[in-house]
């Protein structure tokens, strides 16, 4: 069997790890980065995935797609609530979820596929071998369809995946894997998108999932949309403006109000510096008003933990460990709320943005057959039921049941000569079915007979990646029933091998045109920095140096305006060289002054 | 194994309701370990189809045996005929001895629905609740506490005792639903009535 990687596609960033000598390893980009950004833009000239991508997020926002794991295998109504402070268009549509770039319009697996083909380059490139099979993470209280549409990203991407795995499950593989967490413990997961809580026994090598509970749009984003709002009114209210409607005004507000998140898990207090057109806005803000604005959403959490211990039948103190997962458990509220719930301090021993994608490298390398010893069993999160008379669900599988599991139900007709028996199947906790998900809708075709003659067994059974398969026989005659499915907020099997074949056909020129706008890119910034640095200190340039320089200038412009990347490279380095001396030049006067103004300020003192 | 053995063959077991939860964990795993599908990647796509569905037969009578209250009703399923995979909890039918109380409470979540909750009616709705939880908690009690009978019945007194489970067993389902309306009615969590589950 050739060799499996595990992917932790994540909402804001995505890895690729492996298994190297019984050591789970995450793959590093060319340039020493593990963490992907889970960004793709759809630019004119051609498709950019991670950094070069996320350059492009206040450049073309409405081309540049981030935190699409949000809109996986989600239906037009479950989403809109969200929609308004994504920059791009979220057309609405009966079934899957379409995004505007330009001329056209992609699925969120689509979407998704690309930063997975990315991880998959990155892999082979790293290991030296191709690489067809994967286990990918999502989270523990994905549905059916947000765990079917990560399969399909996966396919259109050139994967195999072999396994779905939860994220905190995956994580308390990589833990356990170097014997870090024992006995019971809970694994809170707080991403940038999503919120899980599992809740593990750890014993003789069996992982075994006692429950989980979640929220599929809780994370890190939503405090940032939440810094987002509070910026925009502050700006309202200071400067007289709103920049609400400015798509790339947020897209900016959206990154520093980020940055400034992360900075204040570390330190007490920070400052924004934000030029706009025709202000510069300035803020400093403290950990205290983060906290303030986010409370609500990390309190949001602490109802599905409690829940997760229900329905485990344990009470705090009989949970031995607690471990954090996810980026934004670094924020120190949500630590504390975390201590306070479960009584106890909780520990990130593994780096929480690398250990889902070391798990899933662990999962991977036990489907190869390298570990034996070790074995998770997972439950399904969202019980699974039917249909019934009058709109009531009629549940089949309850959630938190141990995966594989299986459930058998008998149907008949209620019309002489019915030939079609419409089944429609939900996810979900509430009494109506339609308070929950619809997964699915199945028709079954049956012989016609009388009424209530034909028995018609169906047996839902969902597999060890919580995906549902379903059969249906005809007891009478013991023949396999037809079943037609027509996944509610899914791609159907044409569309994915569609998508499939589309993908190979764009592979090759995607990457050209990938590596042609970094090039441009990269030209762009080194071309503006020249002129700013001639601007400033052409005084400084010796004769016929600023010949020389305008000359590499004007000749990368030439270049930057056709389409050979190569010639756009060799003359960004040949400005970059042309000017090597003057930068020197101006850095050391920058220096002297810097220098000189201290000692004035010293003088001054010393008056 | 087979997939058409019963819950207790699949682990080895005589059908009685004492049950050793440790005994039955660590037979759990191991048969977890033998068929699990992460073990039989390699295998033909019929030997991997085989190993989901045996997988999937070992949680499900995993799931209805630790638990002493969901064995008893998979028990009495099978003794009434049912299939394996079908575990009928029985008919919701209120205790014979609670009827008058289960009108009152009845009327008064019906009164709750259409007119909303006055002090009154609230503090007697939180009084019934705590009454049929506590009644609740005494049904379970009864049923378990007559595991040991089941156990040593002759194949002659099985019948009553299957019986009298099941009308237990309806009371009991029956108390659960009256519960929750409660809870529902009254706006509170019913996260106080944690019972069973696991050990």
Redo the contacts between chains.
């Keep these: 069997?050739s060799r499996i990687v595990g992917i932790d596609l994540g909402t804001t960033n995505s890895l690729v790890a492996y298994v190297e000598g019984g050591i789970p390893k995450v793959i590093p980009d060319a340039e020493g980065k593990a963490l992907l950004p889970s960004i793709v833009a759809y630019t004119p000239d051609g498709v950019l995935v991670g950094e070069p991508a996320r350059r492009q997020l206040v450049r073309q926002p409405t081309r540049t797609i981030y935190s699409v794991k949000r809109l996986m295998g989600r239906g037009y109504a479950d989403v809109e609530g969200e929609l308004t402070l994504f920059p791009f268009a979220v057309e609405p549509a009966a079934e899957v979820v379409r995004i505007r770039v330009g001329e056209r319009t992609v699925t969120p697996p689509e979407v998704s596929a690309h930063v997975l083909r990315a991880l998959k380059l990155r892999a082979e490139a790293h290991l030296d071998e191709p690489i067809e099979q994967a286990v990918i993470t999502v989270p523990a209280y994905f549905s059916d369809a947000q765990r079917q549409a990560t399969k399909d990203a996966g396919r259109i991407a050139g994967l195999e995946v072999?396994?779905i795995v939860n994220e905190p499950t995956a994580a308390s593989l990589a833990y356990g894997l170097q014997r870090l967490a024992q006995g019971t413990i809970a694994v809170y997961d707080l991403g940038g998108g999503t919120f899980d809580i599992s809740i593990l026994r750890v014993?003789?090598g069996?992982f075994e999932v006692?429950a989980t509970n979640g929220n599929t749009h809780l994370g890190g984003d939503d405090f940032d949309r939440a810094m987002v709002e509070w910026l925009l009114a502050d700006i309202r209210e200071r400067h007289g403006t709103d920049l609400s409607g400015d798509a790339e005004a947020v897209q900016e507000l959206r990154l520093a109000a980020e940055a400034a998140k992360c900075r204040l898990s570390a330190s007490p207090r920070t400052a924004l510096t934000l030029p706009f057109e025709r202000f510069t806005y300035r803020r400093d803000i403290s950990r205290e008003d983060v906290e303030a604005l986010i409370t609500p959403l990390v309190e949001a959490t602490l109802g599905p933990c409690?829940m997760a211990l229900?329905?485990?039948?344990?009470t705090p103190d009989q949970i031995d460990e607690v471990v954090l997962v996810g980026g934004s458990t670094r924020v120190p509220l949500v630590r504390a709320r975390v201590e306070t719930v479960f009584g106890r301090t909780p520990h990130s021993q593994l780096n929480p943005d690398e250990v889902v994608a070391l798990g899933a490298a662990v999962q991977a390398q036990?489907?190869?057959?390298g570990i034996?010893d070790m074995?998770?069993?997972d439950v399904t999160p969202l019980s699974l039921g039917i249909e019934t008379l009058g709109g009531i669900v009629s549940v089949l599988i309850s959630r938190n049941?141990?995966?594989?599991?299986?459930?058998?139900e008998m149907f008949t007709t209620s019309v002489d000569g019915q030939t079609v028996v419409d089944l429609h199947v939900l996810q979900g906790e509430r009494e109506l079915a339609r308070d929950n998900r619809s997964l699915a809708r199945f028709e079954l075709g049956v012989d016609p007979m009388p009424a209530g003659m034909p028995k018609i067994e169906m047996t839902f059974?969902?597999?060890?990646n919580g995906i549902l398969q379903v059969q249906a026989r005809e007891l009478r005659t013991g023949r396999e029933a037809s079943i037609q499915v027509r996944p509610t907020y899914g791609l159907t099997e044409g569309e994915v091998e569609r998508m499939v074949e589309e993908s190979f056909e764009h592979a090759e020129a995607d990457v050209g045109a990938r590596l042609l706008i970094e090039a441009q890119t990269e030209a762009d910034v080194v071309a503006n920095h020249v002129e700013r640095a001639l601007a400033q200190g052409g005084a400084l340039a010796e004769a016929g140096e600023l010949e020389r320089i305008r000359a590499a200038l004007a000749a990368l412009r030439e270049a930057r305006a056709g389409t050979d990347r190569d010639l756009i490279r060799d003359r960004t380095i040949a400005l970059n060289q042309a000017t090597e001396r003057l930068a020197e030049a101006m850095m050391d006067t920058a220096l002297k002054e810097a220098l000189a103004s201290r000692r004035a300020d010293r003088i001054l003192e010393s008056q | 194994m087979t997939r058409d053995q019963d819950y207790f063959a699949v682990f080895e077991l005589p059908r009685k309701l004492a049950v050793d939860g440790d005994a039955l964990q660590r037979r759990f795993y191991e048969l977890s370990r033998r068929h699990h599908p992460d073990f039989h990647q390699g295998a033909s796509a019929e030997a991997q189809g085989e190993a989901l569905a045996t997988s999937a037969l070992v949680n499900r009578a995993y799931r209805a045996l630790r638990d002493p209250l969901a064995r008893v009703e998979y028990l009495v399923a099978l003794e009434s005929g049912g299939a394996p995979g079908d575990e009928s909890k029985g008919k919701p039918r209120p205790p014979m001895d609670l009827l008058e109380e289960m009108m009152e409470v009845q009327e008064g979540l019906m009164e709750a629905r259409a007119a909303g909750l006055g002090a009154d009616e609230r503090a007697r709705l939180t009084e019934s609740r705590r009454h049929l939880a506590e009644r609740y908690q005494a049904e379970e009690a009864a049923i378990v506490g007559r595991f040991g009978d089941w156990d040593r019945a002759a194949a002659g007194e099985r019948g009553a005792l299957v019986a009298w489970f099941k009308e237990r067993l309806a009371a009991r389902a029956y108390l659960r639903t009256v519960i929750d309306d409660l809870g529902e009615a009254l706006g509170e969590d019913t996260e106080t009535h944690v019972a069973h589950r696991r050990h």
């Design positions: 069997m072999l396994r014993k003789d069996i006692l409690r229900r329905d485990a039948g344990l036990i489907l190869a057959g034996t074995l998770l069993l049941t141990t995966i594989p599991t299986m459930a058998k059974l969902i597999d060890a």
